[in-house]
């Protein structure tokens, strides 16, 4: 599907006077809607094992949408794979602008932790704190190639790295986490 | 395979995500420790999201639009009314750098000055109407007119 992309001409810019034909943004609302459903919840996943913080995913989450909607993005068209890898990167840039500011807290994940006990929870937890202690840039590429998919130039894309880094990278991340699952199993299933 | 990469690496992921994984793909990954890492990464990384995605509460795209759409409306007034800024920085900047010879000009009194009736300011008191020149008046009436003016077009939208 290609999402329909309002084509305005400069002299269209008076939403303060007239509304325009789509708003003052560049996307149908009908066509956001079916975007939104297809990417809310993968990129709020997304940020939020990538940051470990879930309010600063929620805000980025928002910023990156809204950011989205509002890109001077009236003379392209996207179908929804390049829509939805531009709006991972703005997600992923928003993200690293966090992380470089100084004087930021730690970034730590306050997910609610499981109050029952069992074995199924106690994966997640222990896939939670293995995936915590990666590098930032490590959980970023895992996620992207192994939940989501996306080929090392989609990553590329995404993140600003450089193919070849991304293939060190891709290499480098799975051992360290199947490591560190390995060295924390307390299940069959993982110490296999 | 290698030490380092195993061509059967993306599909041993590609395979778990949609479903498809088949026992060659397993025994391969059995035997593989490159791909039988990516297996295990793979599988456990694609339950957490699922486990994450359902329990996630997101906002309604309406929320999303509504403040795309304030944000897009500042964004275009801030286009809209950037020349007027620059001017009124421009104009800013032209009475600092005038300011000190304008001083320096009225310093030595100027010629205009008795013209304005202002050089008998500091010596006016209650009878200060008859101190004022017609030039003066048509200066003050003029001023009076623009402001009322300038008022009415920038709050006529409102």
Redesign the interface.
């Known amino acids: 599907m290609i999402l329909e992309l309002a084509l305005r001409a400069p002299s269209d810019?008076e939403?303060?006077a007239r509304p325009a034909r789509h708003?003052?943004?560049a996307m149908e609302?009908s066509a956001?809607?079916a975007f939104?459903?297809q990417t809310?919840?993968?990129l709020?996943?997304y940020l939020?094992?990538a940051c470990g913080d879930r309010h600063l995913a929620e805000d980025i989450?928002?910023e990156a949408?809204?950011r989205f909607?509002?890109a001077d993005i009236q003379r392209m068209r996207m179908d929804d794979r390049q829509a939805r890898s531009y709006l991972f990167q703005i997600a992923t840039n928003l993200m690293r602008d966090k992380w470089r500011r100084p004087k930021e807290e730690p970034l730590e994940d306050d997910t609610p932790e499981p109050v029952a006990a069992g074995p199924h929870l106690d994966?997640?937890l222990e896939?939670?704190q293995a995936?915590q202690r990666l590098k930032p840039r490590e959980r970023q590429l895992?996620?992207l190639?192994?939940?989501e998919?996306s080929n090392h130039k989609e990553i590329a894309h995404c993140t600003g790295l450089r193919a070849a880094r991304i293939r060190l990278l891709l290499?480098r991340a799975?051992?360290k986490?199947?490591d560190l699952?390995?060295s924390d199993a307390r299940h069959p299933e993982?110490t296999k | 395979m290698n030490n380092?990469?195993c061509q059967q690496e993306q599909n041993v992921?590609?395979a778990l995500?949609a479903g498809t994984l088949d026992a060659t793909l397993l025994a391969h990954a059995a035997a593989c420790p490159v791909c039988?890492?990516?297996l295990?990464?793979?599988e456990?990384?694609?339950?957490?999201?699922a486990?994450?995605?359902r329990d996630?509460h997101?906002?309604d795209?309406a929320v999303?639009?509504k403040?795309?759409?304030a944000?897009?409306?500042e964004?275009?007034?801030a286009?809209?009314t950037l020349p007027i800024r620059i001017v009124r920085i421009c104009a800013c900047i032209l009475a600092f750098v005038a300011a000190p010879s304008i001083l320096i000009e009225l310093s030595h009194g100027p010629a205009w000055l008795p013209d304005l009736g202002l050089k008998h300011l500091s010596s006016i008191d209650a009878n200060w109407l008859a101190a004022l020149t017609g030039t003066t008046v048509l200066g003050i009436a003029a001023t009076i007119l623009c402001l009322g003016l300038s008022s009415w077009y920038m709050l006529r939208e409102e």
Do not use: N
């Open positions: 810019i939403p303060l708003g003052p943004l609302e956001f809607r939104h459903e809310a919840r993968p709020l996943a939020v094992r989450w928002q949408y809204c909607l509002t994966l997640k896939m939670r995936f895992l996620w190639a192994y939940v998919g290499f799975p051992r986490l199947a699952l390995r993982i | 380092h990469s992921a590609a995500r039988s890492d990516v295990l990464v793979t456990v990384l694609q339950k957490d999201r486990s994450l995605e996630l997101v906002p795209a999303l639009w403040k795309a759409q944000r897009a409306k964004q275009a007034l286009k809209a």
